[in-house]
Nanobody, 126 residues
């Protein structure tokens, strides 16, 4: 069982930066896609980014591409999301997720991820 705990959220002004961290208790596992989703009140969960089990393939939603960077520290069982150029529309609860790769592929669908953290709030003011 993977337990995920996010940290690093906060309030920033437009154009600011934050780094979100996610600690996986017990480790992520060897065949695991790892990523981030976000959700604003009244909205559907939105995929943000994922990295494949080997960490060689990283994908981003169009809304964050070029501004956010996903990375991991395998030795420390940590996943990160570096966010820069933040905009008010980035305001949301951010969730760290993990799920088994399916035939070597990772997905942008929430149901493909079995493990979710409690979330960390990011608020961007104009």
């Amino acid at each position: 069982q993977v337990q995920l705990m996010e940290s690093g959220g906060g309030s920033v002004q437009t154009g600011g930066s934050l780094i979100l961290s996610c600690k996986a208790s017990g480790g992520f596992g060897s065949n695991t896609c790892k990523g981030w989703f976000r959700q604003s009140p009244g909205e559907e969960r939105e995929w943000v980014a994922f990295t494949d089990p080997l960490g060689t393939s990283k994908m981003y939603s169009d809304s964050v591409k070029g501004r956010f960077t996903i990375s991991q520290d395998k030795a420390e069982n940590m996943l990160y999301l570096q966010m820069s150029g933040l905009k008010p529309e980035d305001t949301a609860m951010y969730y760290c997720v993990a799920g088994a790769a399916k035939e070597g592929r990772c997905y942008i669908i929430p149901d493909k991820y079995d493990f979710w953290g409690q979330g960390t709030q990011v608020t961007v003011s104009s």
